[in-house]
């Protein structure tokens, strides 16, 4: 009886904001970020400065990543989600840890734990936001979360690799200190294990069943796949262009640099999303694939001025941020209440299929091509995404009509 005299705020949390995710999300951006340039020149410089063998590395990570972030789902019905995302914490200080020990094998298995902490988060994130975020919200919670990622996306790539020129183990420590910070905010925030909708009556899904149903509706594949090209992007403009920095006489700090002020880019993202919507997301979509794309195939032609190519690459990042804004969408807008966490693994795997992808592509271009081949591979993938976003419906996102009378 006594339960009855506790305040009701301490009885129960407080339903999460938007704000609340976006600070999480501006959490692991602070993780990610500080990483981002630095390890792929730790990676770099720890195979030799090998280029293809570095791809090789990211690739088999990639491979690992995907099928641990698919199987994630599986595992939240036996691991509560809260205690699956501390895990995934847990991953990055784990993979910070190898990371400064810096040996070979060391930075192979650091790589393949933070792609693991990445996949379990993210999986854990989206069903947290689907459970919590109306539909029509969406986009204002993406533009809100990358507000809130714009400091650590901006600052962390050129502070990463000025540290790593400081003290290889630099870097690592300061990321591994975030992902604790993550880790104790997420707890502060007591997000718990969501909202729980069962299905009616019928068996448990094995671990991949879900992929069935994910095949039977296009719409979700459409926005998966624009998903992995944006995400294809990002990997060469993270990865490639800081090696093509280094390799064409500029240094290893213009890559760093580069990315740092292109995430500024992220401040301007609540203005992107009223103007896309206003645009329409088909539109907005398609423009901002066109955009990169062609930024992304000039820079290949003219790889024999360095800081042309850099300069280009640069401004297909702002068409990158674009879609990260609304990119998205397509899918998010598409997932049914019943089918949350299972899809948000689906839709994880973007980035691990992307991380397969962009290396395992960039290994067999280096065989026939220099580096900035990899910049016109690029840009088919995304022109193709750019094509496939004109079969969008023209309304999608837009508000729908009241069905009452005036």
């Not at 000025?162 to 997420?186: I, M, Q, R, S």
């Not at 039977?216 to 060469?236: D, E």
């Not at 390799?247 to 760093?256: F, I, K, P, S, T």
Request: aromatic letters at 12%.
């Amino acid at each position: 009886m006594a339960v009855r005299y506790i305040p009701l705020a301490l009885k129960h949390s407080a339903p999460p904001r938007i704000e609340n995710f976006a600070l999480l999300a501006g959490l692991e951006a602070a993780v990610r970020g500080t990483l981002i340039s630095a390890m792929p020149i730790a990676v770099y410089k720890a195979l030799g400065d090998d280029a293809q063998a570095t791809s090789a590395a990211y690739f088999a990570a990639g491979i690992v990543a995907l099928v641990w972030g698919l199987m994630v789902p599986w595992a939240t019905r036996w691991i509560p989600r809260r205690w699956t995302y501390s895990a995934g914490c847990g991953l990055y200080v784990l993979g910070m840890a190898l990371a400064v020990i810096g040996t070979p094998l060391a930075i192979h298995a650091a790589l393949i734990c933070n792609a693991m902490a990445t996949a379990t988060t993210f999986v854990c994130f989206n069903a947290y936001v689907l459970d919590y975020v109306d539909r029509v919200n969406l986009g204002r919670s993406q533009s809100v979360q990358m507000v809130y990622a714009a400091l650590p996306w901006s600052l962390g790539p050129m502070t990463g690799v000025w540290l790593l020129g400081e003290w290889h183990a630099a870097p690592f420590l300061l990321a591994g200190t975030f992902a604790l910070l993550l880790l104790a905010v997420f707890w502060v925030l007591r997000l718990g294990n969501g909202k729980q909708i069962t299905r009616a009556k019928g068996p448990a899904v094995n671990p991949l069943g879900y992929l069935g149903r994910f095949f039977h509706q296009p719409r979700l594949i459409a926005g998966w796949f624009f998903a992995v090209m944006r995400s294809c992007g990002w990997w060469v403009y993270v990865v490639y262009l800081p090696i093509f920095c280094v390799e064409a006489g500029l240094g290893d700090h213009v890559g760093g640099i580069a990315l740092s002020l292109s995430n500024a880019f992220l401040f301007a993202a609540p203005a992107v999303n009223r103007w896309a919507r206003r645009l329409s997301v088909r539109r907005s979509v398609r423009l901002a694939f066109l955009g990169c794309g062609t930024l992304m195939l000039s820079a290949a032609l003219l790889s024999v001025l360095p800081w042309a190519t850099v300069v280009l690459v640069f401004g297909s990042s702002f068409f990158l941020v674009m879609l990260d804004v609304v990119g998205g969408l397509p899918f998010l807008m598409s997932v049914k209440p019943s089918e949350r966490t299972e899809m948000s693994a689906v839709y994880s795997s973007f980035r691990d299929v992307s991380g397969i992808l962009t290396p395992g592509a960039a290994w067999l271009v280096l065989f026939i091509l220099p580096l900035p081949g990899i910049f016109a591979a690029s840009a088919a993938g995304l022109f193709a995404s750019w094509a496939i976003a004109g079969r969008l419906h023209p309304r999608l996102g837009a508000a729908r009509p009241s069905r009452g009378g005036a």
